[in-house]
């Protein structure tokens, strides 16, 4: 078993002392030489053509393993954080001896709730640099892992209905465009041209006044970036147990020990909590109090339609976002219930209320039929950024407070813990959102720019 | 949404309320140190169970008052008149 650093404890961990081949990210987090992966089976158009024409079983994309009864690292929560920090630890750093713990099947949390909707366009340099990182990684990631994520980089409108919210737009603008990230205040008259079927006439009820155009951002499917990320992990070592509820976390003399499942206690002494909705419940079983409250996002999904909305459309002011699949459907997402919950049971008021805001943007969508709405939990922290790094128990690491942020940050968030683990520091660009944050009252306010639109 | 049975007006949907949440005990603000503070300001225990909680009726009676909800299944077993904090 390789030694894990902690904070205090080791200069290095000792998989760094082999030099510095051992370690894989230059100081700008950019990986220099990605690890080839050995995958059962690689994914390619002739491979699909023979399997058709032979009807060959594909090899599953990961594995079931026994529990082992230790583990160099354990992560709690199986969605795109946790299995993107896996997958980082083994092909940055060639941390293999992995554990990804998901109490339900892997991306049944919020991973697999989310409207896919991908942007960088937020409001502080620190938010701005973060989720612009994640674009990048995203951008690469089909290739990274050998399986079609579908991302389409189709522009991100974000509406102004009012002075204040036009305003807010030219300061994010600005901000954007000083980290390098493509944002402009469009008007009226351009929007019409991006997007023909939205009603920016001035009798609305809520008139269209400007909006902030964001070129970069777009769509993916998100249970593509789950699997992939999954089997990218498999394929390097890490052990994916679905079907595996932690219980408990064994703390002694500030230090995380060991993990209690449902199928089987695990020692190790780094475990990273990556779940959440539920993010409060395992911080506690650690004693870490966290800054999190837990409310239910839904969201709605149409029946297909002729693509006509080639933009992904997002109105604060009638917190709602729109876009359309690539088979059609339209994919609706809102604001958070009203009050904490940790139930997933959608409302007819929610859907009556979206379904109005739908309409006042595009009149010509009344006769379309939603077919299915859900909810998905969101650890809501008081600044609308995550919280990341170490905590005040030697071992213990949070991914959470991801709030109706979270499936865009997954790359970023996955590269940067596994490189926290590694190095036993909170790599500069989450240095910002560390938990003693609450504590020294050093928040970062994404409010204007997170809490709707996403 | 739920019914959230008011203490004065009865059971009523839940829209018309404003959860205002958790409520944590007040330090005092002379002799609290900053870290107590912020504790009070943001800490949260957010349970996945029974919970007692503090809703307005903003759009009924405008009073509050506590209510011991379940956090998973929305059901209320209790309310009472209680203040704001």
Request: hydrophobic share 40%; charged share 20%; proline share 5%.
């Amino acid at each position: 078993m390789v030694d894990v650093a902690f904070r205090g404890e080791l200069g290095h961990p000792s998989w760094l002392a082999g030099g510095e081949g051992a370690v894989q990210v230059s100081t700008n987090g950019h990986r220099q030489a990605a690890r080839r992966i050995a995958y059962p089976a690689r994914y390619s158009a002739l491979g699909l053509l023979r399997r058709g024409l032979t009807h060959a079983n594909w090899p599953p994309a990961w594995r079931a393993h026994p529990l082992k009864g230790s583990y160099d690292v354990v992560i709690v929560g199986g969605g795109v954080h946790g299995l993107a920090a896996a997958y980082y630890l083994a092909a940055n750093h060639g941390i293999t001896d992995v554990a990804v713990l998901e109490k339900g099947y892997l991306g049944s949390g919020g991973s697999g709730r989310n409207t896919a909707i991908l942007r960088s366009n937020y409001l502080t340099p620190e938010g701005v640099r973060f989720y612009d990182r994640s674009i990048q990684l995203y951008r690469r990631l089909a290739a990274d892992l050998d399986f079609n994520v579908m991302f389409s980089q189709r522009g991100h409108l974000t509406l102004a209905h009012s002075d204040s919210s036009l305003r807010t737009m030219r300061w994010r603008a600005e901000v954007n465009k000083a980290q390098g990230v493509d944002s402009e205040v469009i008007g009226p008259a351009e929007i019409k041209r991006l997007a023909p079927f939205l009603d920016v006439s001035a009798d609305a009820r809520y008139p269209v006044l400007g909006a902030l155009w964001h070129p970069p951002g777009g769509i993916i499917r998100h249970d593509a970036v789950v699997w992939g990320y999954a089997r990218g992990a498999d394929a390097l070592g890490v052990h994916l147990h679905q079907n595996t509820e932690v219980t408990g976390i064994d703390v002694a003399e500030g230090r995380v020990r060991g993990v209690r499942t449902s199928r089987g206690d695990i020692a190790t002494r780094v475990v990273l909590n990556a779940t959440a909705g539920w993010s409060s419940l395992i911080s506690g079983m650690a004693g870490v109090a966290m800054p999190v409250q837990t409310f239910p996002l839904q969201a709605a999904v149409t029946e297909p339609v002729k693509p006509f909305l080639s933009t992904v459309i997002v109105s604060g002011t009638l917190h709602v976002y729109i876009s359309q699949t690539d088979r059609g459907e339209l994919v609706f997402g809102a604001s958070v219930d009203p009050f904490t919950s940790y139930s997933m049971r959608g409302s007819l008021e929610f859907i009556e209320g979206l379904a109005g805001h739908v309409l006042e943007l595009m009149p010509a969508l009344t006769k379309v039929r939603v077919v299915r709405q859900w909810a998905g939990l969101c650890d809501m922290t008081p600044d609308f950024s995550p919280v990341m790094g170490h905590t005040p128990v030697d071992g213990f690491l949070v991914d959470v407070g991801w709030g109706t942020y979270g499936f865009k940050a997954g790359p970023v968030s996955g590269e940067a813990m596994a490189q926290c683990i590694a190095s036993g520091q909170a790599p500069e660009i989450i240095a910002a959102f560390g938990l003693e944050r609450f504590t020294e009252g050093l928040l970062v306010g994404e409010k204007g720019a997170a809490a709707v639109g996403h | 949404m739920i019914l959230l049975p008011c203490v004065w007006c009865g059971p009523r949907d839940a829209s018309e309320f404003q959860h205002v949440g958790e409520t944590n005990a007040r330090p005092d603000p002379a002799a609290a140190t900053p870290v107590q503070w912020r504790g009070y300001l943001y800490l949260r225990g957010n349970p996945c169970g029974w919970t007692t909680e503090t809703w307005y009726h903003r759009m009924g009676c405008r009073r509050y008052f506590k209510a011991e909800r379940h956090t998973e299944t929305n059901e209320v077993r209790a309310v009472y008149p209680g203040g704001r904090r």
